[in-house]
Structure formats: structure tokens, C-alpha cells
């Protein structure tokens, strides 16, 4: 194959590959907050810090949603925290789902 053709090729798969990977998303709401084993949860807005002191970082997050009709397929749950470094980026998490 000629190596222009291989290359628009290539691009045309990334642009399928790409329109793919989200068909749909939603934000979450009525987010809460406590740390690890604690009862004393807070209301938690997306997009905002927690665990901003040294030793803080185990914390529960609770969170309800239905996932719409509309989400046909898989439905994945991301996280972002927003910040760098090999902690921040390589966070872990269990997800209980009911």
C-alpha cells in the first residue's frame, strides 16, 4: 500500500475509534464525602479538593444514580482529580454498584 493511503487510512480509523469512545456522558450529583470509616459525611461539589491535608487521603464518596435508557452498551465511571503527579494520577478506587 502506498504510504499516503496508509496514512489516510490510519486517520480515517482514528476518527471512528474516536467517535466512539463516548457516546454519552452526564455529570453526578448529591456527592458525599467522609473519611475512610467515618459516619460524618459533607456534601462533595464536583470539581472542588478533598484530602487537602497530609493523611487525609482515604476517603469514602457516596453517590446515587440511574443510568438513563439512552446508555446502551458499557457504562463506565471515570474519575479525574485534577492534578499531577504519580499519586494523583494513579488513584484507586472500589466501586460498589446495587
Not at 453517590?63 to 494523583?88: H, K, N, Y
Amino acid at each position: 500500500m502506498i504510504m499516503h493511503q496508509l496514512d489516510a487510512r490510519i486517520r480515517k480509523l482514528k476518527e471512528v475509534i474516536r467517535s466512539l469512545r463516548v457516546r454519552e456522558k452526564c455529570d453526578i450529583d448529591g456527592i458525599t464525602t467522609a473519611p475512610r470509616g467515618s459516619d460524618q459525611s459533607v456534601p462533595f461539589a464536583n470539581g472542588s479538593y478533598w484530602a487537602q491535608e497530609a493523611g487525609e487521603n482515604w476517603q469514602d464518596f457516596r453517590f446515587s444514580c440511574v443510568v438513563p435508557e439512552s446508555f446502551t452498551g458499557q457504562v463506565r465511571l471515570c474519575e479525574d482529580t485534577g492534578m499531577d503527579g504519580w499519586e494523583a494520577t494513579m488513584s484507586q478506587f472500589v466501586v460498589w454498584i446495587n
